[in-house]
């Protein structure tokens, strides 16, 4: 079966302050997604980054990066210098291919806080 | 329409009434989702579709029904509306090449 682990429940930071969201996965496939959603206080999933189970390579984009380890089955996601826009609760999810028939499963989500 | 339509946005409702929640999105995706979101308990999946004309239970599908008469209709039914339905529901969709599911903006259900 398949699981996703967000241990951290809430994590309050102050602005520019780097801040790490854990995910830990579980799966019994060789192939497999795993995303990372944002939801704002607006309420909308917003989709964040997506990776295959066979690109491990690390992932940039302006203050977020994502470090995506197979021998530890984590998938954790890094925000550097926080903004208080950054406030909002975020979501790993896993997959297997979509041709298999199942769905994105959540993690339960972290709330981050950046306070001013 | 653009992406994924959700309606009604809110609702109110009274327990014991039957409910209707509306998905339709525009991209042909094959794959079709429904989820309830739980504070602290993340988003948990009702019913899922495949292609059209199919339909699976997820991981809380007592109390809900689904129908997929086309692809880019997914409605999402309570037959007789409880309390512990109140939640916010989302519709997502995504395909083989584009796995990375698409939500709609949700549903805020209060059953009273």
New interface residues.
């Given amino acids: 079966a398949q699981k996703v682990t967000q241990a951290q429940?809430e994590i309050s930071v102050v602005e520019k302050e780097d801040v790490t969201l854990d995910c830990v996965y579980e799966t019994r496939d060789t192939t497999y997604?795993l995303?990372w959603?944002k939801q704002p206080p607006s309420?909308?999933?917003v989709?964040l980054i997506?990776r295959n189970s066979f690109d491990e390579q690390n992932e940039i984009s302006g203050r977020y990066s994502w470090n995506f380890q197979k021998s530890t089955s984590s998938f954790n996601f890094t925000i550097t210098a926080s903004q208080v826009v950054d406030s909002a609760v975020y979501?790993c999810a896993l997959?297997e291919?979509?041709?298999a028939?199942?769905?994105?499963?959540?993690?339960?989500?972290t709330t981050l806080s950046v306070s001013s | 329409i653009a992406g994924i339509t959700q309606a009604p946005t809110s609702q109110i409702l009274a327990a014991g009434r039957r409910m209707t929640l509306r998905c339709t999105q525009d991209m042909r995706h094959n794959a079709m989702y429904w989820y309830r979101q739980d504070l602290g308990l993340g988003l948990r999946l009702i019913h899922y579709s495949n292609t059209a004309g199919t339909t699976g239970k997820g991981e809380v599908p007592d109390g809900y029904s689904v129908s997929r008469a086309n692809t880019d209709d997914f409605p999402l039914t309570l037959a007789s509306a409880v309390p512990s339905q109140t939640s916010v529901y989302f519709c997502a969709s995504r395909t083989g090449a584009k796995p990375s599911a698409f939500f709609g903006q949700g549903t805020r259900l209060t059953v009273v």
């Fill in positions: 429940t997604y995303f959603y309420g909308e999933l989709f997506r979501f997959s291919e979509v041709q028939g199942t769905a994105l499963i959540f993690g339960k989500g």
